[in-house]
């Protein structure tokens, strides 16, 4: 009878062939781990979140605007990649568009010729940062609400043709884009155009969405996150990671948005809301140590600047993670149910980073990580999810060795990296 009921459960485990899967763009995209996400706007001039259409195109001349700077600060801060909120919920445009007269065109930076989208480029591309677009479907100046829903029915095809455009404008003059965000979904369909001139990007919502937005915007990940949701559960594009389902048919990544300061937009009264550094790293263990990739925003002021606290800020957000992640005690892969790490010495730990090889699907569903002290494993951590990647953080311990015993699984464990880590004291 034993016998006959271990068949039985062995015939209902989850066949692995069939777990959701990335599609090469999500695994790229979720290899870069962190992104610096750039908001200005009219509301830089206004001291608010929502642009008002109040503050005259004459007055909007970020004079020492340097994308040059901004790309060094996502270099710093140890961001792959940055979004840059070309068209925010008001409709004021930062590039060249041929759309509407509410743009960058129509004011005095640098005599109505400036581009902001052609100088990010061109600073991404020296530094090897990916490059992404967030075009708001909301446009208050054609009284457009969200999704893209004109206010006067009579109106939405010729807003439409608007936004397409636009779309098309951002995706065909910059070179390639990795990431097109919009924001508040999409009530019609611009996959004809992502297709033709984005499609190797990840998209942020809307009926093309290949990635999700977490559900909040404090940079934290719930635990477990898991990457796979099921199709039809809800409208697509507005999925979160409270939708996450290990047995489900799509693989939907989160992707958590923050602010380095209580806002979006830089104001004259948020520079005491600049978050600390262990703010910062508790963002980074959960969101990135939870499987998901942190939009960590900085916002310009209204120069064309990002101010100097928040640059030295990124700055030692970045080398925080590069110090307590960049030296391993040891470093291992592995498949099956057990993965070892083994010390060439008795060395201290007091954090672990594990990583599937989720090309195969997300296929961990609890594991044990274990630490070897005289001979014996003791348990150092317990949890669910690994899938991109998990940080487990526990008090420092001497041991000779690591191991990851994985106790439920749908097919066969594949470890793309099991490391332990004791970082050095930080530099006084």
């Not at 992104?35 to 503050?55: K, V, Y």
């Not at 129509?106 to 052609?118: Q, T």
């Not at 916002?299 to 606290?309: F, S, V, Y």
Request: charged share 25%; net charge negative.
């Amino acid at each position: 009878m034993l016998t006959a009921l271990v068949f039985v459960a062995a015939l209902a485990q989850p066949d692995p062939a069939l777990l959701a899967r990335p599609t090469p763009a999500q695994a790229r995209w979720h290899d870069l781990e962190v992104g610096m996400f750039i908001h200005i706007a009219p509301q830089t001039w206004q001291d608010s979140e929502w642009d008002n259409l109040g503050t005259p195109l004459s007055t909007i001349n970020p004079d020492k605007l340097d994308t040059n700077q901004w790309a060094d600060i996502a270099v710093s801060m140890n961001a792959k990649y940055i979004v840059f909120v070309a068209k925010h919920e008001g409709g004021f445009c930062w590039w060249q568009t041929d759309t509407t007269d509410f743009s960058i065109k129509h004011s005095p930076w640098r005599e109505g010729k400036g581009d902001v989208l052609a100088d990010l480029a061109a600073s991404c591309k020296a530094r090897g940062l990916g490059l992404g677009v967030y075009l708001s479907p909301q446009d208050k100046k054609h009284a457009v609400g969200v999704g893209g829903k004109a206010k006067d029915p009579a109106k939405q095809a010729e807003y439409e043709q608007v936004f397409r455009t636009q779309l098309t404008e951002l995706l065909t003059r910059y070179g390639d884009m990795m990431e097109v965000w919009f924001d508040g979904s999409l009530v019609f369909d611009v996959g004809d155009i992502l297709m033709a001139h984005a499609p190797n990007a990840v998209v942020f919502q809307g009926p093309q969405a290949s990635i999700r937005w977490v559900g909040n915007e404090d940079g934290h990940a719930p635990y477990p996150a898991w990457n796979a949701v099921k199709f039809g559960a809800k409208k697509w594009g507005d999925y979160t990671a409270a939708d996450g389902d290990p047995s489900g048919d799509r693989w939907l990544p989160n992707e958590c948005d923050a602010r380095i300061r209580a806002t979006w937009f830089w104001r004259t009264d948020n520079e005491n809301t600049l978050k600390t550094l262990p703010q910062l790293m508790e963002m980074y263990d959960k969101s990135v140590g939870r499987g998901a990739v942190l939009l960590l925003n900085n916002t310009p002021d209204r120069t064309g600047l990002i101010p100097e606290a928040d640059a030295r800020r990124s700055a030692e957000f970045g080398a925080e993670i590069r110090r307590q992640f960049e030296t391993p005690v040891a470093d291992s892969s592995g498949k099956g149910p057990e993965v070892r790490a083994t010390f060439s010495t008795r060395a201290t730990i007091d954090r672990a980073v594990t990583m599937e090889d989720t090309t195969h699907g997300e296929r961990v569903r609890a594991y044990v990580l274990e630490g070897l002290v005289d001979g014996d494993w003791k348990p150092l951590a317990t949890g669910t999810a690994i899938g991109h990647k998990r940080i487990d953080r526990f008090p420092p311990i001497e041991v000779e060795g690591i191991r990851l015993r994985v106790t439920e699984a749908v097919g066969e464990p594949i470890i793309r990296r099991l490391a332990a880590f004791r970082a050095p004291e930080p530099a006084r």
